[in-house]
Every structure is written in C-alpha cells, then in structure tokens.
C-alpha cells in the first residue's frame, strides 16, 4: 500500500491550492485520513483530519480556510487551502489508515511530503 501526495506548489498570499492523496493496493479502504504538515526544524502537526464516520478536525489557525474531504471510490482525499498565509508555507504529508483485505486494524501509512509556499 502507497499513498501518493501531489498538489504542492507556490502561491501568493491569499491564493488557493489544492492537495490530493491517493491510496495505491489491492483490496483497501481509507479508515482514517489526515493532513500534516512540518517547517524545518520543527515537529509535525495535525493541520486537518476525516474519519470514515464524517467526523472532521481542524487545527485552530486553519479553521475557515482548509477544507479536507475525501472520494472513497477514488481512494483519495484532498485538503482545499484557501485564503493561504506565509505562516502555511511547509511540507504537507498526507496521513492514512488503511484496512487491508479484511483486516481488522488499519495500519498507518504516510505519504511523501509536499512543499507548500505562500510568499509574495
């Protein structure tokens, strides 16, 4: 199982983009999934986050501005950044666990990060 993040990119203050990650493997279901993001030097933190359920988290600073929804046909979920501030420029991870087959407890899995850069 592979989860693969892509959408990363420049953008001026107050622009938008839009992040996407899709699981890869046989026989899988997202439990839950969740958007990270880390600046150099510090720890990563939980930007936004879905349950299987529908229930969402956000972190304070974002709340407003990102949306995180997700297609489980597609596998894939994706963070809608609107109203972007040079304080959102990091490396955004996708964050997912996975039911395997029929598994009963969903691994972890992590994608590769995505610059994200807010700046004039």
């Known amino acids: 199982v592979q989860l693969q993040a892509s959408g990363g990119g420049l953008v001026q203050p107050g622009g938008s983009l839009r992040l996407s990650c899709t699981a890869s493997?046989?026989?899988?279901?997202?439990?839950?999934a969740g958007w990270y993001r880390q600046v150099p030097g510090g720890q990563r933190e939980l930007v936004a986050s879905e349950r299987r359920n529908g229930i969402v988290y956000y972190e304070e600073s974002v709340k407003g501005r990102f949306t995180i929804s997700r297609d489980d046909g597609q596998n894939t979920f994706y963070l809608q950044m609107n109203n972007l501030k040079p304080e959102d420029t990091a490396v955004y991870y996708c964050?997912?666990?996975?039911?395997?087959?029929?598994?009963?407890?969903?691994?972890?899995?992590w994608g590769q990060g995505t610059q994200v850069t807010v700046s004039s």
């Open positions: 493997g046989d026989d899988i279901s997202i439990n839950g």
């Open positions: 964050h997912a666990d996975i039911f395997i087959g029929r598994s009963s407890y969903p691994p972890d899995f």
